[in-house]
């Protein structure tokens, strides 16, 4: 059903093409020669449409986000939309599906034959893709309702696609759902608040809640997060989420970044750099997303989410460049550098999570170094594991959803820039070593917390925002990770 945030319905037909305001048909390349409409192309001589003259018009070479709109007034169609596919693949058709809901977003309903004779991953990519550049979110005085309401797929068996459908609706509102939590302005989503939609969360997806207070965090050692967290006026919190379904064997715990605003603390950011930092809690914001949907897509794994919870301020009391902080279990972190916060509320989850809740896998998710965005983007995320198959695992949840992801190393060479004279270790590398990479230098340090279980990390402090519109990204949060956690999930979280 369709809902008032401007994500449409959905629903799978065996045809005909008709009944929607805006009709949108593949176009296929033809290499030397012109590129052709693909399925759907019968529709065209009813609606009086010369699709050759069209496509030529535009130089259209059937590449995908390529879109030709024809103008129609007949048989109720206002709009006729020929998308370029490319080779097809879901990658090219989530491009593809994209690009035809941007451009339909002034009709009432859509109809596509975009997953007409093609799979199951590829008609779920289109589904998540239509869903997701549909997006928008905003905190205008009069916002005006989506236009778009329904969306009917033409495929080849309807009773089929209709559970691939339910599958992609349900991935698509989790990723919306943690996109609406990083936009949302940091004057509103303090941890209280975060807490507070988590509960609803659980109760809404049949999971169960428990958080932390401030008294409660410093009774049960969380030092880190408690040092992040005494800057601000609105103390920190530390959520956790279970879900348990019936013979659920294995245990994985996603642990997800939640600093609901960081200012840099004391080792303060320039004020165009802290523009962005309502989005901080992105890996949280995926967690809690990613759980929000367990249930209805039916996976077999327990799976407890974790998130720390803090705003970083820079306030009388904050922690200082220099202080020590005890970190959940006793261990020491010299702390140089008040901005580097992230992996000291990650410390604290990832030691809590491998000490008392005995899981057989661990993955954490952090807007977590502009180190990663560097070197890689803002389209790729970056993937840490301490072993092979994990990582693989991972980077091929990614690829099947849309979030994709790049293996970085873990360098041992580099471990003793973290050495301090002090503690345990330093929050950031030694300044005077010659050794760089930021990236892999923070995820050394979290690494120190989680033993030997398997382990992963993702830094998605390139992917987890967007500059602007851009295949199914839309400006603002993007909701990245929701998609690779929950394809690996539904796989069974190989590791």
């Known amino acids: 059903m369709a809902d008032p945030t401007g994500f449409p319905s959905f629903s799978a037909t065996a045809g005909p093409l008709a009944g929607a305001a805006a009709l949108a048909l593949p176009v296929v390349p033809g290499g030397r020669r012109k590129p052709t409409v693909g399925a759907g192309a019968e529709v065209l001589a009813a609606l ?82 239509l869903g997701l550049a549909s997006y928008s979110f905003n905190r205008k005085s009069d916002p005006k309702p989506a236009k778009l309401r329904r969306v009917t797929l033409v495929v080849d068996e309807p009773k089929t696609a209709k559970a691939v459908v339910q599958r992609a609706a349900t991935a698509v509102r989790a990723v919306r759902l943690a996109r609406d939590l990083a936009n949302t302005p940091s004057l509103e989503k303090s941890p209280a608040w975060m807490a507070d939609q988590a509960r609803t969360i659980a109760d809404t997806a049949g999971l169960d809640y428990d958080v932390w207070d401030e008294q409660r965090l410093t009774a049960d050692g969380f030092g880190g997060i408690l040092g992040v967290g005494r800057g601000s006026a609105r103390p920190p919190r530390l959520v956790r989420l279970d879900y348990t379904p019936a013979g659920a064997g294995r245990h994985v715990v ?122 890689l983007g803002k389209r790729h995320g970056a993937l840490f594991a301490n072993g092979p198959r994990l990582a693989d695992a991972l980077v091929a949840a990614g690829d099947a959803g849309g979030d994709t992801l790049w293996p970085m190393p873990l360098v ?28 892999i230098v923070a995820a050394l340090f979290l690494q120190a917390f989680v033993g030997n279980v398997p382990w992963a990390h993702l830094d998605i402090a390139g992917p987890a925002r967007a500059d602007g519109d851009e295949d199914e990204v839309t400006k603002g949060a993007t909701g990245f990770g929701v998609r690779a956690l929950l394809r690996w999930l539904e796989a069974g979280a190989p590791a």
């Open 412 to 439: 041992d060479a580099y471990r003793d820039t973290l050495a301090s004279p002090i503690a345990d270790q330093r929050n950031i590398g030694d300044p005077e070593s010659h050794y760089m990479g930021g990236a």
């Open 254 to 375: 996603l642990v997800g970044k939640g600093i609901t605003f960081d200012s840099g603390g004391l080792s303060l950011k320039p004020a165009d750099s802290m523009v962005a930092m309502k989005t901080d809690m992105s890996g949280g914001a995926a967690v809690l997303g990613a759980m929000s949907a367990l249930r209805d897509l039916a996976v077999t794994t327990r799976v407890t989410a974790l998130v720390p919870l803090a705003e970083n301020m820079p306030g009388a009391d904050a922690t200082r460049p220099g202080d020590v902080l005890r970190q959940y279990g006793g261990r020491t972190t010299e702390v140089l550098n008040t901005d580097a916060e992230g992996r000291l509320v990650l410390a604290d989850a990832l030691a809590y999570a491998t000490r008392e809740l005995a899981p057989d896998v661990v993955v954490d998710l952090a807007t977590l170094t502009g180190a990663a965005t560097v070197g």
């Open 48 to 129: 009086g449409v010369n699709a050759a003259a069209a496509l030529s018009r535009d130089e259209a070479k059937g590449e995908p986000g390529e879109v030709t709109s024809v103008p129609v007034d007949r048989d109720g169609v206002e709009t006729v939309l020929l998308a370029g596919i490319g080779d097809g693949s879901p990658r090219a058709l989530r491009r593809a599906a994209a690009a035809v809901v941007r451009r339909a977003k002034a009709h009432r309903s859509l109809a596509t034959t975009l997953a007409l004779g093609r799979d199951e991953a590829a008609t779920r990519a289109v589904v998540e893709a």
